[in-house]
């Protein structure tokens, strides 16, 4: 191809609003019936439908029960084990189909047929409940992309023990707040894992976290290889020992409530303490399960890859639940797509023929800056692809359409939220057109709004922007904030519902995320309008990283403002204030940082410390984050006359300026 022909397909691509998904694409999709909508709409029955892709022990007696807003509860009296519908139903007809194909960053690869994930889970359910897990105990996850995951998991599910995975890149720290707030008595961990050819120690953190936790709890410890790589405290339990014990053994699934937790996944709020999302076993099930099915496509007969890690609710929906509960064959990969070299991932797919592929905008960003040569001389063909966590900036879409996809694929854009469990706003892929930068239409069933500050509606389709609120329950919502029904009103209901009310349509929720609806209907989503920053999909609290830096002796004040970055959307800089007599050095800087990554976990590290006399503050003394990350993004300032000192931020551009 010319460069000439190049230009015209990169100007007709960047004039074109819409994309038609190919005709191929819509043959045999999932979902082709726009009055999937209308029947959806029957509210609540409508969700019925992806309740019934699922295996039921009992029937439930009621759709929803929403005489208790906002603790609904979902196919109220139905009873259903989690494990059994990601297992055990596919045995008769795929036992021998692949579950999981797993692929180490060091070459080795395990393919893990759905005959091997029952025999595994089954023994790991034995092991556990030796160990003394019982049905209800929360237990604590802390793995890497190693299929020890999934199967702990599901374990857990099978034996009615809610989960509780914190992502492996967490710090001890981290670790131990989440097991202490869960009440662990239980913690699993792994001697280590390969992370850009180096083996990581992982187990040191749970060392380091026990030391932390208030609680007592049993350390259960999975090994990379077949022996320990390095050494494991005797106060822990080797799981392939427990293992041992167990050969062949069979747990039958214990037969869960619907409303029972399924999991419980830790999230970053306004305050420096991280909340417990507590999801349900069958709404949640029910709704990652036919979400999975009529936006991402899956079949059984696909090799479906989601290169998220299962320690946030990306992993959790669209790499465990949803896909095995579809009964399809997912990859899984331990390592980063940079190493040994920046094709990996397009090696990967071409190895194992994946048709649906599901990534980020910042992997989508990061795969644009190596450029399309290292794309070269792979043979992959996607059919679907999907983008989650950030919005996608339409130059990224495009290159992702053009370049991964050659033009053939559909993308969906998948706006959610851990609370949520599964996607709510995005196309169904063979009903709607793509645009690039919008989400697109609400998912069936969903019924968002946006509102003004004041909690009035914006008219729909109006363009302008708002408060993106969703004004009716779903069943992949969060059930609450694990021991703190407060926090959860609070959180997400209090700002627009009339919370005295019991009529249900009073309550709204409030995503916390800016949108706008053009006038095609389509939604844009804009971005956290909380202190919540969104670094690379990742959701960081600027509380939980001002409390990190807060430990450092020496800094007076911290605040942390969200700066642009075209790599990973935002990052966090860090304006501090220092102790009287103390010197602004590049050692205390490196101290910062350092209580970030011990607080939090190295994902976390400030992109910039920036020292200052004073930080802006209102005249009741509330930090203005706002107005620091006016001066990040070296934008206008916005309104200073609620300052105590309406110089301070003109001051603080000047210092930065001058150093
Ligand atoms: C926040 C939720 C559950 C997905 C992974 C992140 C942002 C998520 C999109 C999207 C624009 C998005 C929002 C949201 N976000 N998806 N498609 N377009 N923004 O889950 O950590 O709970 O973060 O991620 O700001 O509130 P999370």
């Known amino acids: 191809m010319t460069t000439d022909?190049?230009?015209?397909?990169?100007?007709?691509?960047?004039?074109?609003?819409?994309?038609?998904?190919?005709?191929?694409?819509?043959g045999q999709a999932n979902m082709t019936d726009p009055g999937v909508y209308d029947r959806f709409d029957e509210f609540p029955e409508g969700f019925e439908e992806y309740a019934a892709m699922l295996d039921w022990d009992e029937h439930w007696d009621e759709v929803l029960d929403d005489s208790n807003p906002p603790f609904y509860e979902w196919f109220v009296g139905g009873k259903l084990n989690a494990s059994h519908n990601c297992i055990d139903r596919h045995l008769d007809e795929r036992k021998n189909q692949t579950a999981l194909l797993w692929e180490g960053e060091d070459g080795e690869q395990r393919n893990v047929s759905y005959q091997d994930l029952y025999r595994e889970v089954n023994e790991m359910a034995a092991a556990l409940r030796s160990a003394g897990v019982g049905e209800d105990d929360i237990v604590t996850i802390h793995?890497?992309?190693?299929?020890?995951?999934?199967?702990?998991?599901?374990?857990?599910?099978?034996?009615?023990?809610?989960?509780?995975?914190?992502?492996?890149?967490?710090?001890?720290?981290?670790?131990?707040?989440?097991?202490?707030?869960?009440?662990?008595?239980?913690?699993?961990?792994?001697?280590?894992?390969?992370?850009?050819?180096?083996?990581?120690?992982?187990?040191?953190?749970?060392?380091?976290?026990?030391?932390?936790?208030?609680?007592?709890?049993?350390?259960?410890?999975?090994?990379?290889?077949?022996?320990?790589?390095?050494?494991v405290s005797d106060d822990y339990t080797l799981v392939s020992e427990l293992l041992a014990d167990h050969r062949g053994e069979r747990v039958a699934p214990v037969s869960r409530d619907a409303e029972d937790p399924l999991f419980l996944m830790y999230t970053s709020g306004t305050t420096g303490?991280?909340?417990?999302?507590?999801?349900?076993?069958?709404?949640?099930?029910a709704y990652a399960t036919g979400t999975a099915k009529y936006d991402e496509d899956i079949k059984p007969s696909d090799t479906y890859w989601c290169s998220a890690d299962i320690g946030w609710i990306t992993g959790h929906s669209y790499i465990v639940y949803g896909p095995l509960s579809l009964g399809t064959t997912s990859v899984m990969y331990e390592g980063t797509p940079d190493y040994p070299h920046r094709g990996r991932t397009w090696e990967i797919a071409e190895k194992y023929d994946v048709d649906i592929f599901h990534t980020s905008p910042t992997a989508v960003r990061q795969f644009m800056k190596w450029g399309e040569e290292e794309l070269e001389g792979y043979d992959f063909d996607f059919r679907h692809m999907t983008t989650v966590g950030e919005p996608i900036q339409p130059e990224a879409w495009l290159w992702y359409y053009k370049h991964v996809g050659d033009?053939?694929?559909?993308?969906?854009?998948?706006?959610?939220?851990?609370?949520?469990?599964?996607?709510?706003?995005?196309?169904?892929?063979?009903?709607?057109?793509?645009?690039?930068?919008?989400?697109?239409?609400?998912?069936?069933?969903?019924?968002?709004?946006?509102?003004?500050?004041?909690?009035?509606?914006?008219?729909?389709?109006?363009?302008?922007?708002?408060?993106?609120?969703?004004?009716?329950?779903?069943?992949?919502?969060?059930?609450?904030?694990?021991?703190?029904?407060?926090?959860?009103?609070?959180?997400?209901?209090?700002?627009?519902?009339?919370?005295?009310?019991?009529?249900?349509?009073?309550?709204?929720?409030?995503?916390?995320?800016?949108?706008?609806?053009?006038?095609?209907?389509?939604?844009?989503?804009?971005?956290?309008?909380?202190?919540?920053?969104?670094?690379?999909?990742?959701?960081?609290?600027?509380?939980?990283?001002?409390?990190?830096?807060?430990?450092?002796?020496?800094?007076?004040?911290?605040?942390?403002?969200?700066?642009?970055?075209?790599?990973?959307?935002?990052?966090?800089?860090?304006?501090?204030?220092?102790?009287?007599?103390?010197?602004?050095?590049?050692?205390?800087?490196?101290?910062?940082?350092?209580?970030?990554?011990?607080?939090?976990?190295?994902?976390?590290?400030?992109?910039?410390?920036?020292?200052?006399?004073?930080?802006?503050?209102?005249?009741?003394?509330?930090?203005?984050?706002?107005?620091?990350?006016?001066?990040?993004?070296?934008?206008e300032l916005g309104n200073t006359s609620t300052l105590a000192d309406p110089s301070v931020p003109e001051t603080i551009r000047d210092q930065l300026q001058a150093d």
Not at 273 to 285: A, D
Not at 567 to 585: C, L, N, Q, S
């Open 5 to 26: 022909d190049e230009l015209t397909i990169e100007s007709r691509l960047a004039e074109q609003e819409y994309f038609e998904p190919p005709t191929e694409f819509v």
């Open 143 to 231: 793995l890497p992309m190693v299929p020890a995951l999934p199967i702990t998991m599901l374990a857990c599910a099978r034996i009615g023990a809610p989960h509780s995975v914190v992502f492996a890149g967490f710090s001890a720290s981290a670790l131990a707040e989440r097991v202490d707030d869960a009440d662990s008595d239980h913690v699993v961990t792994i001697d280590g894992y390969y992370r850009r050819g180096d083996f990581l120690e992982h187990i040191e953190k749970a060392d380091e976290a026990m030391a932390e936790v208030d609680v007592d709890p049993d350390v259960l410890a999975w090994t990379r290889h077949d022996e320990p790589q390095v050494e």
């Open 273 to 285: 303490q991280p909340k417990g999302c507590q999801h349900r076993t069958g709404g949640y099930l």
């Open 407 to 635: 033009e053939s694929a559909v993308i969906v854009d998948t706006w959610w939220q851990t609370e949520n469990g599964g996607h709510m706003i995005t196309n169904l892929p063979a009903i709607q057109d793509m645009k690039p930068g919008s989400a697109g239409h609400p998912a069936p069933g969903i019924e968002p709004a946006i509102l003004d500050d004041a909690g009035e509606e914006i008219a729909p389709e109006s363009g302008e922007a708002g408060n993106l609120a969703i004004t009716r329950p779903w069943p992949g919502m969060l059930q609450t904030v694990h021991g703190d029904d407060e926090r959860f009103i609070d959180e997400y209901w209090e700002r627009f519902s009339d919370t005295d009310s019991d009529d249900s349509v009073d309550w709204i929720y409030e995503a916390g995320d800016a949108a706008v609806q053009g006038t095609d209907g389509y939604y844009r989503i804009l971005g956290r309008l909380d202190d919540v920053m969104n670094v690379a999909g990742h959701r960081l609290g600027t509380m939980e990283l001002e409390s990190a830096i807060a430990e450092v002796e020496d800094v007076a004040e911290a605040a942390v403002a969200a700066r642009d970055d075209a790599e990973k959307g935002e990052v966090p800089d860090v304006y501090v204030t220092v102790r009287e007599g103390v010197e602004e050095t590049e050692e205390l800087r490196e101290r910062i940082v350092e209580s970030v990554e011990e607080g939090i976990g190295k994902f976390a590290r400030p992109s910039n410390v920036l020292f200052v006399d004073e930080l802006p503050k209102t005249r009741s003394g509330k930090i203005m984050r706002r107005l620091l990350e006016d001066i990040s993004n070296d934008e």
